[in-house]
């Protein structure tokens, strides 16, 4: 039988990264952050001097990306590039280079090695979509645009950057609206995707409401 898969989809900081962690740690099984592979290329593409908008350059990056998941670091080659990844030029990078058939192509396989035994918790655009269209478990996991750039803001600050909360707010705007409207793989919620709306949810009644939809018990 297959390998369960639970798809976590939903817009940039809507808090969709924290929870498909939690739900992964407490079942016990796998984490894809689908995210970090489309910033990873965007970072490589960076330090290769290769346009983001360059498709078939950026499509061989994507393809050949040498990275790996240790310690709760992630490596391209030898070198831990959490921080130049997880900043808000390299979202734009990921959502700019996301736009492009050929690296959403390049990326299919790799986001699906993934899904190992017991079982997969994803996190991204078009989990339930596009890369695990069978799985057991998809959700849409949104907040309000305002309720996101906080949370934005909260985390940047507590990483010691600076950062305005009003840019904050147009740039989620933009990349939403960009991964809304790209012709492959867009931001949307599917007909068989639970809503959860966690505006006005904890992280831990967000996860709890994952695991019951699951059928597993937190
Ligand atoms: O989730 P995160 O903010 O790290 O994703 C960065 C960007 O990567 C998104 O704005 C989106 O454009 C792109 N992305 C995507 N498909 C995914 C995950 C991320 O296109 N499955």
């Not at 990921?94 to 017991?118: D, I, K, M």
Request: aromatic share 6%.
């Amino acid at each position: 039988t297959a390998v369960p898969v639970i798809a976590i989809d939903g817009p940039s900081a809507s808090g969709k990264g924290t929870v498909t962690q939690r739900v992964a740690e407490a079942l016990g099984w796998h984490y894809l952050d689908s995210g970090a592979l489309y910033r990873l290329t965007a970072l490589a593409a960076r330090k290769a001097g290769v346009d983001w908008n360059n498709e078939a350059a950026v499509a061989h990056i994507a393809a050949h990306l040498p990275v790996h998941f240790a310690g709760g670091l992630t490596f391209l080659g030898d070198e831990a590039v959490d921080d130049q990844m997880r900043t808000e030029e390299m979202g734009i990078g990921a959502s700019t280079v996301g736009a492009l058939p050929a690296v959403r192509e390049a990326l299919l396989l790799r986001q699906r090695a993934f899904r190992q035994a017991p079982g997969l918790v994803a996190d991204g655009r078009d989990m339930g979509s596009v890369v695990f269209p069978d799985a057991t478990t998809k959700v849409f996991l949104t907040a309000s645009a305002a309720v996101r750039a906080e949370r934005r803001y909260k985390q940047l600050m507590e990483k010691g950057f600076s950062a305005k909360l009003q840019n904050i707010l147009q740039d989620l705007e933009d990349r939403d609206a960009r991964d809304a409207a790209r012709s492959v793989a867009p931001l949307r919620q599917e007909a068989d995707a639970k809503l959860l709306e966690t505006s006005h949810l904890t992280i831990v009644q967000a996860v709890n409401q994952v695991l019951d939809w699951s059928g597993n018990k937190a």
